[in-house]
């Protein structure tokens, strides 16, 4: 008989359905497809039962009653099962288990000794200014002491920024040197100065095991009455010692700023060999003028260091590439 076939697909496919639901979402689901009050597929059932002949009537109206009962008891025991299960998860969970660790990371090394340096130049009475990391050519160039035709300004010696600045007529560069914050410094305060500043720098330079394209300076910058270079040369000494411990020689070899006069180049002892790690020297008067102090009143000294430098030499590490190529097994250790 048709109708007894369709009633026996009906409670094939429903046991099926409620055997494949693996949660209480996908069984509520099958529930109303095949039992739903309203468009479940039970009514097409129901109407059948009333399709058939009298003499069908007793048969039909009996299996309609077993393929609900069956597919309805199927719904609530797997209904039960499915809490069940979800109960036993949560109670797998031992609080008494010791937890994953979780991994904590570091600030990088740089940023530590950044932040040691601040420290260190704290207690000698400087403060700590912030300068963009790009600039125009005033700052980075011109107010600096450093004419147009310096070999410093070549293009291809700096990172220049392609943007309307340029279109106006007023190029942007990445700062190749945290001096720009001597300038802007000077533009917005009168003395006396005692400021140091930290930040990245950028520069197509080779790159070799102590030169990146990218690296970290920190600029000093003091100017009152009376400042002279045996002032300089006690502050840098003594900031070196104090980061590399007291048995660190440092030299102090002349050498060329535009933006200084007398400059000197500072130099650590490495192996049997020297370092350079910064340059330095009393600030040149026609920077004064550019910012519009007087020569004749205030003198000053500035300086900037390498901060990879120094860090290389405090951890021992040989290759400044190693800072940059965030290789956990290597920065794991500071
Ligand atoms: C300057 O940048 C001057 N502005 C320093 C200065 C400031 C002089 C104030 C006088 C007064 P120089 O180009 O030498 O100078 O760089 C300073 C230091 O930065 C170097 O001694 C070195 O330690 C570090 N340095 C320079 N180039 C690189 C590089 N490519 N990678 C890593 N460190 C570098």
Not at 299 to 322: P, Q, S
Request: aromatic share 10%.
């Amino acid at each position: 008989m048709d109708i007894l076939n369709s009633f026996n697909e009906f409670e094939t496919a429903a046991l099926q359905a409620v055997t494949a639901a693996t949660d209480a979402d996908a069984l509520e689901k099958v529930r109303v497809e095949f039992m739903g009050q309203k468009n479940g597929r039970v009514r097409d059932l129901q109407k059948l039962v009333g399709t058939a002949t009298p003499e069908q009537k007793p048969a039909v109206g009996k299996r309609f009653n077993e393929v609900r009962t069956s597919v309805s008891s199927a719904l609530d025991a797997r209904a039960e099962q499915l809490k069940l299960q979800t109960t036993k998860a949560a109670s797998d969970f031992d609080v008494t288990l010791p937890g994953e660790r979780p991994r904590i990371g570091h600030l990088h090394p740089i940023t530590q000794v950044m932040t040691e340096f601040r420290e260190l130049m704290g207690r000698f009475g400087f403060t700590v200014v912030d300068g963009p990391e790009i600039e125009d050519e005033r700052h980075n160039f011109e107010a600096l002491n450093i004419p147009e035709d310096h070999p410093a300004r070549d293009p291809l010696d700096n990172f220049y920024v392609a943007c309307a600045s340029v279109a106006a007529g007023r190029p942007v560069l990445l700062r190749s040197q945290t001096s720009t914050v001597q300038i802007r410094t000077m533009e917005s305060t009168q003395p006396p100065v005692r400021v140091v500043s930290l930040g990245r720098v950028y520069r197509p330079d080779t790159i070799d095991a102590t030169h990146s394209c990218m690296f970290h300076q920190m600029e000093g910058l003091m100017v009152d009455r009376h400042v002279t270079m045996a002032q300089l040369k006690t502050v840098l000494s003594l900031f070196a010692r104090s980061f590399l411990g007291p048995e660190v020689e440092i030299r102090f070899r002349p050498s060329f700023f535009p933006f200084t006069e007398p400059s000197v180049e500072v130099d650590m002892k490495w192996g049997d060999s020297w370092m350079e790690i910064g340059g330095a020297g009393m600030v040149d008067p026609n920077v004064f003028a550019a910012v519009g102090y007087d020569p004749e009143q205030y003198t000053g000294f500035a300086f900037g260091l390498g901060i990879e430098r120094f860090c290389m030499k405090h951890y021992g590490v040989d290759d400044i590439r190693r800072f940059y190529e965030n290789d956990m097994r290597f920065l794991a250790q500071f």
